[in-house]
């Protein structure tokens, strides 16, 4: 597949009538002065292509190199779609030449090259096999979302080589053609344990190493495939791969963890720690235990289905901010919900109040050190500022004393090591 890609800030072709069209993709990228016309000979130029093929990237703000920026993102967007293509940049700025070598060494048979003429473009490529793609017709359009690389595909041939398209956004369906077997033979050809596995592998880089998450489920689909060994989808064809992560899909749709807009199209994701906390809310409130230890066990229950630690700690906590956020009240081992009706008054004054605030605040303590853990080394403040406003954030605490305090006891305990910079170090 062929690409042009014009830097229409600094070059202005009129047109390049002797460029064939066909397979041939342009991407026309306007800053903010070039937005209100074109000349009528481009226009004719572009009206000769397939009209899915072209492709007008509009600036929404001014500023030093801002065009650059978004060419160069698509570029290597393109690079991702198609490791083989023949692609020609439009633009006066050399900046784009390292760039240009970093990807033609990176993807083996692609060509990429930088003219400064639109006279210059060659004619003539070949058409690579496994990465030919057929963009069905509509009317020439103008993009304002910037996310846009193609705006539809209808058919990709020979599905086994699809892994060469990944990072694609805004593509909705993607026909394999009347080969592909019923699925009552995929459900029989594809064990459920290998679509269990995969869960397990994609959920963990999901959720554990905040991964950059695709907006549209073409995108996520093939980029899950990244995050499980070869070997495991190595005896499987393309067809049954595809049903694997589609399974894989529903099963984050069924759980909570991705959702679709009403569209079908855009997707929403619940997998940090708050869209987590607030999926494994909604089960425990539909379960409505009536019995606190019924209770602790429905969330033990629903920590472990979103893969989440389920010690009593965490049981703690979790009964903590459901109290803290008014979704539970508790009278001896009574549960009740709202409207809190049924709960009888307690004319008794409370005689432990003191442990009662001990045991709040060792629950808090030991919330700050399972969510320290949670965290890879890197990511952790470094220091004692950054953590005292990590901790604000995380806990909804702007208590200064508080924090504080929990910062003492990190130390006593020797959780921390606080250096004469106030640099952090971490034993856990």
Not at 107 to 116: A, N
Not at 133 to 151: F, G, M, R
Not at 179 to 190: D, F, G, I, T
Not at 207 to 226: D, I, Q, R, T
């Amino acid at each position: 597949m062929k690409h042009i890609l014009i830097d229409y800030e600094n070059i202005q072709p009129k047109s390049f009538d002797d460029v064939e069209v066909d397979e041939c993709h342009v991407w026309l990228f306007l800053g903010i002065n070039q937005q209100k016309s074109l000349p009528p000979e481009l226009v004719e130029t572009l009206l000769r292509f397939d009209n899915k093929n072209v492709h007008i990237i509009k600036m929404q703000h001014a500023g030093k190199n801002a065009l650059d920026f978004y060419l160069s993102f698509y570029l290597g967007k393109i690079s991702e779609i198609d490791p083989k293509a023949d692609v020609c940049i439009l633009a006066r700025d050399s900046g784009y030449d390292i760039l240009v070598e970093h990807l033609n060494s990176t993807y083996d048979g692609m060509s990429i090259k930088r003219l400064v003429n639109a006279n210059q473009l060659t004619v003539s490529y070949e058409s690579h096999e496994n990465t030919v793609l057929d963009i069905k017709e509509s009317s020439l359009i103008v993009e304002d979302n910037q996310d846009i690389i193609l705006d539809n595909i209808d058919n990709i041939d020979n599905i086994d080589n699809i892994d060469n398209i990944d990072n694609i956004d805004n593509i909705d369906n993607i026909v394999t053609g009347s080969n592909q077997p019923p699925a009552q033979s995929l459900e029989k050809s594809v064990p459920k344990a290998v679509i269990h596995d995969c869960y397990i592998l994609v959920f963990d880089s999901i959720v554990n190493h905040k991964v950059f998450l695709p907006s549209y489920k073409f995108n996520l689909l093939h980029l899950m495939k990244k995050y499980v060994p070869a070997t495991i989808l190595e005896k499987f064809n393309g067809v049954e791969q595809d049903y694997i992560f589609e399974q894989v899909f529903e099963k984050f749709i069924k759980l909570g963890l991705i959702s679709l807009d009403e569209k079908n199209e855009k997707l929403s994701y619940k997998v940090d720690n708050q869209g987590i906390l607030d999926l494994v809310t909604d089960q425990i409130l539909l379960s409505r235990a009536k019995k606190t230890d019924g209770l602790n066990n429905v969330i033990k229950q629903k920590l472990s289905s979103y893969r989440q630690i389920n010690n009593e700690d965490q049981v703690n906590l979790v009964l903590t901010y459901l109290k803290n956020k008014g979704f539970i009240k508790q009278d001896n081992q009574v549960v009740h919900y709202p409207p809190f009706n049924d709960i009888p008054k307690n004319t008794s004054k409370s005689s432990n109040g003191n442990n009662e605030k001990i045991k709040a605040a060792d629950t808090m303590y030991q919330g700050v050190i399972t969510l320290i853990e949670s965290q890879p080394p890197t990511s952790r403040p470094s220091k004692k500022s950054s953590l005292v406003n990590y901790l604000k954030s995380h806990l909804r605490n702007e208590n200064p004393k508080v924090i504080d305090k929990l910062i003492k006891q990190m130390v006593k305990n020797k959780v921390i090591v606080i250096s004469d910079t106030n640099k952090l170090s971490y034993k856990i």
